[in-house]
T-cell receptor
């Protein structure tokens, strides 16, 4: 079945620096890769997603890149701010399914003022 | 805005008790999911449902069952709670299974089994 590996597990950056979180997946049939942000005391919330027919997608300070050949995708946050501090999860849809997701183990991002 | 609500934020139960965790979504979503979240293990899928009275096992269904009698409500049942089921439980919903769609999560229920 699908396996999603996420690195690093913790990441600390200075405000204004960039942060990069990387994920790899195992199932070549996966075609949907969302990223979720979980703030303290809340459920995860989608921040950006990418489908396998696209190599890169941007939304203001957030971007995601996908390398289908290498089976990895990354989240890039530029000009980090303290409110970016949270746990970030990547995910992939196993077997190209149109319902469930397999999540990575999460990255705790801390942005120091 | 999509709203997914969970019946309790915190719950304390005794070993052997039957536990019901309720989840309600207000956007007529077809898909609903139950995950558990543990430190260092991320989100693991317990069960999901594509329609009323339909259910599919996720990665860790052992010790759990689910019920979906109405479209908006998806219940997770711990038939006989055990201490290793102490965890954060997250419910989510998405529009349909016709295309990959955003999953919307509730705030979670933190369950402690003594």
């Amino acid at each position: 079945g699908e396996n999603v590996e996420q690195h690093p597990s913790t990441l600390s950056v200075q405000e204004g620096d960039s942060a990069v979180i990387k994920c790899t997946y195992s199932d070549s049939a996966s075609n949907y890769f969302p990223w979720y942000k979980q703030e303290l005391g809340k459920g995860p919330q989608l921040i950006i997603d990418i489908r396998s027919n696209v190599g890169e997608k941007k939304d203001q300070r957030i971007a995601v890149t996908l390398n289908k050949t290498a089976k990895h995708f990354s989240l890039h946050i530029t000009e980090t701010q303290p409110e970016d501090s949270a746990v970030y999860f990547c995910a992939a849809n196993p077997g190209g399914s149109q319902g469930n997701l397999i999540f990575g183990k999460g990255t705790k991002l801390s942005v120091k003022p | 805005d999509v709203k997914v609500t969970q019946s309790s934020r915190y719950l304390v139960k005794r070993t052997g008790e039957k536990v019901f965790l309720e989840c309600v979504q207000d956007m007529d979503h077809e898909n609903m999911f139950w995950y558990r979240q543990d430190p260092g293990l991320g989100l693991r899928l317990i069960y999901f449902s594509y329609d009323v009275k339909m259910k599919e096992k996720g990665d860790i269904p052992e010790g759990y069952s689910v019920s979906r009698e109405k479209k908006e409500r998806f219940s997770l049942i711990l038939e006989s709670a055990s201490t290793n089921q102490t965890s954060m439980y997250l419910c989510a919903s998405s529009i349909s299974g016709r295309a990959q769609e955003t999953q919307y999560f509730g705030p979670g229920t933190r369950l402690l089994v003594l």
